[in-house]
């Protein structure tokens, strides 16, 4: 079992920045991804970013590239986010995920989920 625990959200105003801290515990190794997703009300979960913990490599979808950067810290088994220009539609509750193996960008593909954080971005 992977425990996640989010934290870094809050209210912000457009244009502003957060970061988000996702915490994992358990049976954490270096063969795992971990994932960002946010869902606003009355919408679909999304995805919005993922890191492989080995390689550092990342991804992240085209509605967030060139603001958020995701970056992990193996000494903390933290992964974060970091997210710049904030726009009102980054409104949302913000997810961690974690899976062993590759990442993917499906919500599907991912056992271990955090509580969620709440951002919000005031115009």
């Known amino acids: 079992q992977v425990q996640l625990v989010e934290s870094g959200g809050g209210l912000v105003q457009a244009g502003g920045s957060l970061r988000l801290s996702c915490a994992a515990s358990?049976?954490?190794?270096?063969?795992?991804?971990v994932a960002w997703f946010r869902q606003a009300p009355g919408k679909e979960r999304e995805f919005v970013s993922a890191?492989?913990?080995?390689?550092?490599?990342?991804q992240h979808a085209d509605s967030v590239k060139g603001r958020f950067t995701i970056s992990r810290d193996n000494a903390k088994n933290t992964v974060y986010l970091q997210m710049t220009s904030l726009k009102p539609e980054d409104t949302a509750v913000y997810y961690c995920?974690?899976?062993?193996?590759?990442?993917?960008?499906?919500?599907?593909?991912?056992?271990?989920w955090g509580q969620g954080t709440q951002v919000t971005v005031s115009s």
């Open positions: 890191i492989s913990w080995n390689s550092g490599g990342a």
């Open positions: 995920a974690a899976r062993e193996g590759m990442r993917y960008s499906d919500a599907k593909s991912y056992p271990y």
């Open positions: 358990g049976r954490t190794s270096s063969n795992y991804a």
